[in-house]
């Protein structure tokens, strides 16, 4: 190939990339000013406090209520139950992956983990009413299970491939010296492994947690099949709960357009937008310094 060709192909594909960056970052930033513009029609109509701080929100009311208080607090709970489950169960799988599998166990175990993350959030969701709402019911005396815990035990589920692919990651690339080290002093396994190998890795395993909470505050599907959909104040996790995204997913096919209903489900995605994206930047800053760290 002639030099100059391949000058021409280079600054062709270096324009091509270019763009494709540059519609990427158009494309986030269109969604943000959509959420934005119409987010401030609806403060034009309720007040952005009375907004976060509302105890009640049923917009078809004859006299409408937009307070988001209790959406807000279901998601929360529901997120915290998930990540009760899936903070143990995805840093325990990770470290046995990296630390004690043998590797024909690690090359089965870690693609199963990996393909949890394929598995449609529809059919986590039907398996979540036909078998664990069913089971919660039975074991703590309800008339059904749709409720906080059911969502939780899914959103765990589904948080899961995130927590441990990152944090086994980050628990494999902690250098072999630190464990020698240990070793070296007489520590066991176990020993290196809490007091040596996790201090280490904590900045990745930190990373990892945030992404699945990432992962878990914006899933729609998976919630809004099993919790119950109840828009009211959560007191436990036996309450049926409606969460930002399963109301985003309800009603804005059903609400009239250009209604302050209507902007008030953009109101709700742009706080939605805002806490995913403060997990999801906190996860981003614990993986830079995790890369610094090793860098060292």
Same mark, same amino acid.
């Given at each position: 190939?002639?030099?100059?060709?391949?000058?021409?192909?280079?600054?062709?594909?270096?324009?091509?990339?270019?763009?494709?960056?540059?519609?990427?970052?158009?494309?986030?930033? &269109?969604?943000?000013?959509?959420?934005? *513009?119409?987010?401030?029609?609806? !403060?034009?109509?309720?007040?952005?406090?009375?907004?976060?701080? =509302?105890?009640?929100?049923?917009?078809?009311? +004859?006299?409408?209520?937009?307070?988001?208080?209790?959406?807000?607090?279901?998601?929360?709970?529901?997120?915290?139950?998930?990540?009760?489950?899936?903070?143990?169960?995805?840093?325990?799988?990770?470290?046995?992956?990296?630390?004690?599998?043998?590797?024909?166990?690690?090359?089965?175990?870690?693609?199963? %983990?990996?393909?949890?993350?394929?598995?449609?959030?529809?059919?986590?969701?039907?398996?979540?009413?036909?078998? %664990?709402?069913?089971?919660?019911?039975?074991?703590?005396?309800?008339?059904? =299970?749709?409720?906080?815990?059911?969502?939780?035990?899914?959103?765990? /589920?589904?948080?899961?491939?995130?927590?441990?692919?990152?944090?086994?990651?980050?628990?494999?690339?902690?250098?072999?010296?630190?464990?020698?080290?240990?070793?070296? /002093?007489?520590?066991?396994?176990? #020993?290196?492994?809490?007091?040596?190998?996790? @201090?280490?890795?904590?900045? &990745?395993?930190?990373?990892?947690?945030?992404?699945?909470?990432?992962?878990?505050?914006? #899933?729609?599907?998976?919630?809004?099949?099993?919790?119950? +959909?109840?828009?009211?104040? @959560?007191?436990? !996790?036996?309450?049926?709960?409606?969460?930002?995204?399963?109301?985003?997913?309800?009603?804005?096919?059903?609400?009239?357009?250009?209604?302050?209903? *209507?902007?008030?489900?953009?109101?709700?995605?742009?706080?939605?937008?805002?806490?995913?994206?403060?997990?999801?930047?906190?996860?981003?800053? !614990?993986?830079?310094?995790?890369?610094?760290?090793?860098? /060292?």
């Amino acid at each position: 190939m002639k030099y100059k060709t391949r000058l021409s192909l280079d600054l062709c594909f270096k324009y091509i990339f270019k763009a494709t960056g540059l519609l990427v970052l158009a494309l986030l930033g &269109g969604i943000l000013a959509m959420l934005i *513009y119409n987010s401030f029609s609806f !403060f034009m109509d309720v007040k952005p406090l009375d907004f976060i701080t =509302g105890m009640e929100w049923n917009p078809t009311a +004859n006299d409408p209520k937009y307070g988001m208080l209790p959406l807000i607090l279901s998601t929360t709970l529901v997120t915290f139950g998930a990540m009760l489950i899936a903070i143990p169960l995805g840093i325990g799988t990770a470290a046995f992956i990296a630390d004690y599998a043998s590797p024909r166990v690690k090359n089965i175990l870690k693609p199963t %983990v990996e393909m949890l993350a394929a598995i449609p959030s529809v059919v986590i969701g039907f398996l979540g009413i036909v078998v %664990v709402s069913p089971g919660i019911a039975n074991l703590a005396d309800l008339s059904n =299970g749709l409720n906080a815990l059911n969502g939780a035990i899914l959103l765990a /589920v589904m948080a899961l491939p995130t927590i441990i692919t990152v944090a086994e990651d980050a628990i494999h690339a902690v250098p072999k010296t630190y464990k020698e080290a240990s070793y070296g /002093v007489g520590a066991t396994k176990w #020993e290196t492994l809490i007091k040596v190998v996790i @201090p280490a890795a904590a900045p &990745g395993i930190i990373a990892a947690v945030m992404l699945g909470v990432g992962r878990a505050i914006g #899933e729609t599907m998976t919630v809004l099949m099993a919790t119950g +959909n109840a828009a009211l104040m @959560p007191t436990g !996790f036996f309450d049926s709960v409606k969460t930002m995204t399963a109301t985003i997913a309800i009603e804005m096919g059903e609400v009239p357009y250009q209604t302050t209903h *209507y902007f008030a489900l953009y109101a709700i995605a742009t706080v939605l937008f805002i806490m995913t994206l403060a997990a999801n930047m906190l996860g981003e800053y !614990f993986i830079n310094r995790f890369r610094k760290f090793h860098a /060292v």
